[in-house]
């Protein structure tokens, strides 16, 4: 807490801006507001902290603009799901990361702006995107499978950047068919850095200047989509499933350079949450063997008799279990932002446009008073109707955001990790090295677990069959 001097200096400037938002609780703001909570903290510590301490809404300060940090479900589907939610954009996030990204995709787009023209034409919201979501269980059991071969030689595991790369070569063999190079994910990576110090500068935007050559890897980058874009027009296969044949296949018209950045910007989207979700999952399964176990044996058991489909997949329902338990327990991302576009009335008072909106999940994902065992890592919470109980985007569980804005890639990154984990499962343990709390960075809006170390260890008996992925 500021101390009395900084409280009094607050009051004494600012203090008649306070008045109309007296009936919110928060802590007591100073010089620099309440942003002094924030630093050298996570703020999704801090935001669940403010929640079991002031309860579903709390009021901040940003120096002297007045925000909120929501951890009521109601007042986050206002925000998130109601037909106000025009009102709320994304917040400085888009701007942050614009550069790295482009325009012809949906996650940068405003609300009031071409949001809902951009969101149609993801691959997502495609009428045959089930169909092609089940066509790739298949090629992504086999990259999965060719990465743990690679891994299976290393005597020593760095897991966070190791299932990076292991998630990135899997999402391209499901969109473009096959791995790509050391240079496609070299040059992804220095755009993420590059948003990332955007994202986490304390100085304006205009003053963070990108790296070396920033435009150039950024051509680089779009560009091999698009010339991979150009000779798939060209062979026209029938049979290929990955997501930019079968786009070309049911939309020939669809501009070269908006799918190619449909395409790359997909990493972006999900390559570093979902290997991060994998990471926490691994972590949990080694604080509770028997959970782990249990996976292995279901994982067998589906591959014992060939390679993985949508129907097996389908049916792996400890595998779903343990993916939705570490979505809950350790999201990715656990702080979403929205800021008002005009003054909006929001718990009861008036938000200046251009206040700061904090959504972090962490609270409600352990709130006591809605989850039995909130800490304990219980994927058995998840069978016989759990789901049900409390789905994707629900008011207690949210981990890729709620409503219409919510991630355009979910459904996507549940099939890979369901895939992922069965195939890890039924051909390796992974043993760490600890299986205290990892500590936790922050990396292009996402939870960044550190020191999370350890080897595979090949099982008695690995039953995975099928063909490897080609190698670009």
């Avoid at 998630?167 to 990576?189: P, R, Y």
């Avoid at 999370?452 to 080609?470: C, D, I, M, N």
């Amino acid at each position: 807490m500021p101390n009395a001097l900084s409280r009094g200096i607050f009051k004494l400037f600012f203090g008649a801006k306070r008045k109309p938002f007296a009936s919110l609780p928060g802590p007591q703001p100073g010089i620099l507001g309440t942003a002094g909570d924030f630093l050298g903290a996570s703020p999704w510590d801090v935001c669940a902290r403010y929640g079991r301490e002031y309860g579903g809404v709390t009021l901040i300060w940003m120096g002297p603009n007045p925000g909120l940090v929501l951890n009521d479900p109601a007042l986050i589907a206002e925000v998130y799901e109601s037909p106000r939610r025009m009102e709320f954009e994304k917040g400085n996030i888009s701007e942050q990361i614009r550069p790295s990204t482009t325009d012809d995709t949906a996650f940068t787009a405003e609300l009031r702006g071409d949001w809902v023209q951009k969101r149609a034409l993801e691959p997502s919201a495609q009428s045959w995107a089930p169909e092609a979501l089940a066509d790739l269980v298949g090629p992504m059991q086999a990259a999965i499978s060719e990465s743990v071969d690679a891994l299976l030689k290393k005597d020593r595991i760095d897991f966070a950047p190791a299932l990076r790369r292991l998630t990135f070569d899997a999402f391209s063999v499901a969109q473009v068919g096959e791995k790509l190079t050391d240079q496609v994910f070299e040059d992804f990576m220095l755009l993420a850095r590059a948003a990332d110090a955007r994202i986490q500068s304390k100085l304006p935007l205009k003053f963070v200047k990108p790296p070396k050559d920033f435009e150039a890897v950024k051509a680089r980058f779009y560009g091999h989509f698009v010339d991979r874009i150009r000779e798939a027009r060209k062979r026209q296969d029938p049979r290929a499933v990955d997501l930019m044949s079968r786009y070309l296949r049911e939309t020939p018209g669809i501009d070269d350079q908006v799918l190619a950045h449909m395409l790359g910007g997909t990493y972006f989207g999900g390559a570093f949450s979902s290997s991060v979700t994998l990471v926490g999952a691994f972590h949990q399964l080694n604080k509770y063997p028997d959970a782990d176990a249990r996976l292995a044996s279901e994982a067998a058991s589906l591959v014992a008799d060939g390679p993985l489909t949508s129907q097996k997949l389908e049916a792996a329902k400890w595998a779903e279990a343990v993916a939705y338990e570490a979505l809950r327990i350790l999201p990715a991302v656990r702080v979403m932002t929205r800021t008002p576009s005009k003054d909006a009335q929001l718990a009861g008072v008036t938000l200046p446009a251009g206040s700061m909106i904090m959504i972090s999940n962490q609270h409600l994902h352990r709130d006591p008073k809605h989850w039995e065992d909130p800490d304990t890592f219980k994927p058995e919470r998840w069978l016989d109707g759990g789901i049900a109980r409390d789905p994707l985007g629900s008011g207690y569980f949210f981990p890729f955001g709620r409503g219409p804005r919510a991630c355009v890639g979910a459904d996507f990154a549940m099939v890979f990790l369901k895939t992922a984990l069965a195939t890890i499962a039924s051909r390796v343990k992974v043993q760490l090295d600890s299986t205290e709390p990892f500590e936790e960075g922050f990396f292009f809006g996402v939870v960044l677990p550190k020191g999370v170390t350890g080897k595979l260890v090949e099982r008695a008996a690995p039953a995975l069959q099928g063909v490897r992925a080609r190698s670009a």
